[in-house]
């Protein structure tokens, strides 16, 4: 399908955010002055027989889609636009914020992007090669959809740019490090709204020492001390730290080694299996969802829960020695925010940290979820991705606009 039809009205109304994956765009829609989104949702299962799209209003009742046609990402930003015309027919955009995966080593902002800029985000391509090109896919869709509209890229990277060089370096040859094979971390723009809302609700605890623990299908925690990321589980890829639904986490680069000269495998098929067959998959051979492994009944979904359980408290304890010390532990992420039992099995061996949780709280997904008495605070914020781009978008493009 060709692209979306430009959209030409008046600029200055609504701010769109966009996180394109392989085979999805989840989209958001904000007033150009407001936090709250007046419109949610994502395209599903792009480029498949089975794909959907489902948008939700400001007040989380769904909103009607007709005909959604998404064999392409072009097509499913042309089916969101539609449904958001039919509410908001002059839809009239300030700027189009997207999450981009990899920034490399010279983004540590937001940025306006420019044909320069897109062709640096294409050379991190071999960076990130199941997330980068997707990301891209959906810039160039919203610029056809929405020309002379500022595209703002806000990166996944970003938030640990100042990592202390040791948390940023591997032990290879300096020469590598200077082509850019360094410890770049993930997740940031969860980290980001995570650290801004301790800020806002727990003030002292946020100049402290806080684990913040990104779970989910894709998983990663990040030492933040005094707001600012010192050290994360993921490094030059998504694939390092945690396991996660599919991805394998932490491994030995010798096993790489073995899957090449013993297996044979050539770098695609390895690549296949370490992002797309690994993780909780992998180790259960039942799902890589946490709520399908948690109800099952095979001992390999156990197996694989304790496996996840070990490797997070194994981590909670090498962010905390990254700091010398934790104030506070942050769940947050599909499986933070929502899964009562991995939190509880998480805290339980990490009583020597100070950590003690209260059970009814955790059972009510409260805000603080630890004892009164604990020494280190456990609590649980939901992320919020959407509203950091859009918040960034906003404030990159009166930027622009004031410095054209």
């Given at each position: 399908?060709?692209?979306?039809?430009?959209?030409?009205?008046?600029?200055?109304?609504?701010?769109?955010?966009l996180n394109a994956g392989?085979?999805?765009?989840?989209?958001?829609?904000?007033?150009?002055?407001?936090?709250?989104?007046?419109?949610?949702?994502?395209?599903?299962?792009?480029?498949?027989?089975?794909?959907?799209?489902?948008?939700?209003?400001?007040?989380?009742?769904?909103?009607?889609?007709?005909?959604?046609?998404?064999?392409?990402?072009?097509?499913?930003?042309?089916?969101?636009?539609?449904?958001?015309?039919?509410?908001?027919?002059?839809?009239?955009?300030?700027?189009?914020?997207?999450?981009?995966?990899?920034?490399?080593?010279?983004?540590?902002?937001?940025?306006?992007?420019?044909?320069?800029?897109?062709?640096?985000?294409?050379?991190?391509?071999?960076?990130?090669?199941?997330?980068?090109?997707?990301?891209?896919?959906?810039?160039?869709?919203?610029?056809?959809?929405?020309?002379?509209?500022p595209q703002v890229a806000?990166?996944?990277?970003?938030?640990?740019?100042?990592?202390?060089?040791?948390?940023?370096?591997?032990?290879?040859?300096?020469?590598?490090?200077?082509?850019?094979?360094?410890?770049?971390?993930?997740?940031?723009?969860?980290?980001?709204?995570?650290?801004?809302?301790?800020?806002?609700?727990?003030?002292?605890?946020?100049?402290?020492?806080?684990?913040?623990?990104?779970?989910?299908?894709?998983?990663?925690?990040?030492?933040?001390?005094?707001?600012?990321?010192?050290?994360?589980?993921?490094?030059?890829?998504?694939?390092?730290?945690?396991?996660?639904?599919?991805?394998?986490?932490?491994?030995?680069?010798?096993?790489?080694?073995?899957?090449?000269?013993?297996?044979?495998?050539?770098?695609?098929?390895?690549?296949?299996?370490?992002?797309?067959?690994?993780?909780?998959?992998?180790?259960?051979?039942?799902?890589?969802?946490?709520?399908?492994?948690?109800?099952?009944?095979?001992?390999?979904?156990?197996?694989?829960?304790?496996?996840?359980?070990?490797?997070?408290?194994?981590?909670?304890?090498?962010?905390?020695?990254?700091?010398?010390?934790?104030?506070?532990?942050?769940?947050?992420?599909?499986?933070?925010?929502?899964?009562?039992?991995?939190?509880?099995?998480?805290?339980?061996?990490?009583?020597?940290?100070?950590?003690?949780?209260?059970?009814?709280?955790?059972?009510?997904?409260?805000?603080?979820?630890?004892?009164?008495?604990?020494?280190?605070?456990?609590?649980?914020?939901?992320?919020?991705?959407?509203?950091?781009?859009?918040?960034?978008?906003?404030?990159?493009?009166?930027?622009?606009?004031?410095?054209?």
């Amino acid at each position: 399908m060709n692209a979306p039809e430009p959209i030409h009205t008046r600029p200055g109304q609504f701010v769109l955010t966009l996180n394109a994956g392989s085979s999805s765009l989840k989209v958001a829609l904000y007033a150009s002055g407001g936090d709250t989104p007046l419109v949610s949702g994502i395209a599903d299962r792009i480029g498949g027989a089975d794909g959907i799209l489902k948008l939700k209003d400001g007040a989380g009742q769904p909103m009607p889609v007709h005909g959604a046609q998404l064999d392409s990402h072009e097509s499913a930003l042309a089916a969101v636009i539609d449904a958001l015309r039919r509410d908001f027919p002059a839809l009239a955009l300030v700027a189009v914020g997207h999450r981009v995966v990899h920034g490399g080593a010279r983004y540590a902002e937001p940025l306006v992007l420019d044909d320069a800029a897109l062709e640096y985000l294409e050379s991190l391509v071999p960076f990130a090669p199941l997330h980068q090109p997707h990301n891209l896919r959906g810039i160039r869709a919203a610029m056809a959809a929405f020309p002379g509209v500022p595209q703002v890229a806000c990166f996944d990277t970003a938030f640990h740019r100042q990592h202390p060089w040791v948390n940023d370096a591997f032990a290879l040859p300096r020469a590598l490090y200077a082509e850019g094979v360094r410890r770049y971390g993930f997740h940031g723009l969860s980290y980001e709204y995570v650290s801004g809302a301790l800020a806002q609700r727990a003030p002292g605890l946020s100049s402290g020492c806080v684990v913040v623990a990104h779970l989910g299908n894709g998983a990663s925690m990040c030492a933040v001390q005094n707001g600012r990321s010192v050290a994360s589980t993921m490094g030059f890829s998504a694939l390092d730290g945690l396991p996660m639904g599919t991805r394998c986490g932490q491994l030995d680069p010798g096993v790489l080694l073995y899957l090449m000269d013993q297996k044979g495998m050539s770098a695609g098929h390895i690549s296949d299996l370490l992002y797309k067959q690994s993780g909780l998959l992998g180790l259960s051979g039942v799902s890589n969802d946490m709520r399908t492994l948690e109800a099952s009944p095979a001992p390999e979904a156990a197996e694989a829960i304790d496996y996840f359980v070990f490797r997070c408290q194994r981590e909670v304890g090498a962010m905390a020695a990254a700091m010398g010390g934790i104030d506070a532990l942050v769940f947050c992420g599909g499986i933070g925010e929502n899964s009562r039992l991995i939190r509880q099995r998480i805290c339980e061996r990490l009583a020597w940290m100070g950590i003690e949780l209260d059970h009814q709280r955790n059972a009510a997904n409260a805000f603080v979820v630890s004892t009164e008495t604990a020494r280190t605070t456990v609590l649980v914020i939901p992320t919020n991705e959407e509203l950091v781009i859009a918040r960034a978008a906003r404030a990159a493009a009166l930027t622009a606009e004031a410095n054209p």
